[in-house]
């Protein structure tokens, strides 16, 4: 598992931390009992930060995708959950997908 304590994750801290990973990756994110696939993602109501949405109906969302969207934020945008939340990291399943927590 890898988790910045005490720390939100930043878009760089991201990019870091899989920079020797697939681009191929999905993603997905751990509320409560639930993993689900981040399929999308939106501004928090900030407009700086971002939030990813899951949801169990559709595919996960690949690392090369990501950063494809985020590709012009600045690298100290924070990554959240749907309910707001920071996410403080993230740990592979043995799929080697990565899932935020």
Do not use: C, W
Not at 32 to 48: G, L, M, Q, R
Not at 55 to 69: D, G, H, P
């Amino acid at each position: 598992m890898i988790f910045l304590y005490n720390k939100r994750m930043r878009l760089t801290d991201l990019e870091d931390l899989t920079q020797y990973m697939s681009l191929d990756t999905k993603l997905l994110v751990q509320t409560e009992d639930f993993v689900n696939p981040v399929t999308a993602i939106k501004y928090a109501n900030n407009h700086s930060d971002i939030i990813l949405l899951a949801n169990n109906q559709t595919n996960a969302m690949t690392l090369s995708q990501l950063f494809a969207r985020l590709r012009t934020l600045p690298a100290n945008t924070i990554l959240l959950t749907e309910n707001n939340q920071p996410i403080f990291g993230f740990h592979l399943d043995n799929q080697y997908n990565i899932i935020f927590k």
